[in-house]
């Protein structure tokens, strides 16, 4: 992997992402009006919201990251775009390393709106500093990029692409703590949970929100970035040139 190659490609997927203002809406507005939604459906509701507020951070943008990542990356490959790079010297790696630096940046962009949205706007209260909640946002929409990158590499149209949130996604927000707590669960189910990174993404903001410090923050958030790692590795050791 060069990195002169990697910026280049994400400079162009950047580009690309700035012609484009739909994948901009559904990256920096859809998360926080479906937080603002939450919060108004919770209005009357005192202190609900402070409890399902910090699971519904941790959701929206994971799943969003997911799906324009999956679906733009497999666009490059059944357009053609990806078959004509790999006949320049950029690499697999390259292409991938490009990609997630550009949708990290653009999580970036989207966890600071959609964090700032949810404390300043909706009211959700948080004992802990406003900037580790942007710092789990960041890695969860980093988590769901690498995610959507790896669930491109085998799917062969958008519409496959999107139908791996049933497997790949769906299970994580049953059992990751949106809907019930995990420590409520049969066993067998926490067990499962145990083995879904959205889980521990649930279990950082979670940790942020009542005040808690140290490794209970930071834990979650190591077995984040070793899923977030992998799923990357995975992804450029899978991914093919061309869907046939």
């Given amino acids: 992997m060069t990195p002169a190659r990697t910026f280049a490609t994400a400079g162009r997927v950047l580009l690309q992402l700035r012609a484009d203002p739909r994948s901009i809406v559904l990256m920096l507005v859809a998360p926080s009006m479906l937080v603002g939604l939450f919060a108004w459906i919770f209005v009357d509701a005192d202190g609900v919201f402070d409890q399902v507020g910090p699971a519904i951070l941790a959701l929206f943008p994971f799943v969003v990251m ?3 990542t999956s679906i733009t990356t497999l666009r490059e490959r059944r357009s053609g775009t990806l078959e004509r790079l790999m006949t320049t010297p950029l690499g697999k790696a390259d292409f991938v390393a490009g990609y997630a ?9 989207q966890a600071v709106v959609t964090v700032s949205f949810a404390v300043w706007v909706c009211g959700l209260d948080s004992d802990g ?37 049933p497997l790949l996604v769906f299970p994580q927000i049953l059992l ?69």
């Fill in 66 to 68: 997911f799906l324009i």
């Fill in 101 to 109: 630096l550009a949708f990290g940046l653009a999580a970036a962009a």
């Fill in 129 to 165: 500093p406003v900037w580790e909640l942007g710092l789990v946002a960041v890695l969860n929409a980093l988590l769901g990029t690498a995610l959507g990158l790896l669930a491109s590499a085998f799917a062969r149209t958008e519409f496959q692409a999107v139908q791996f949130m």
């Fill in 176 to 244: 990751g703590g949106v809907i019930v707590p995990r420590d409520t669960m049969p066993d067998v189910l926490q067990a499962v949970s145990d083995w879904l990174p959205l889980s521990y993404a649930i279990d950082a903001m979670d940790a942020v929100t009542i005040g808690e410090t140290g490794w209970d923050v930071y834990g979650p958030l190591t077995v984040i970035v070793g899923c977030t790692i992998g799923f990357i590795l995975l992804a450029a050791l899978t991914l093919h040139r061309r869907t046939p």
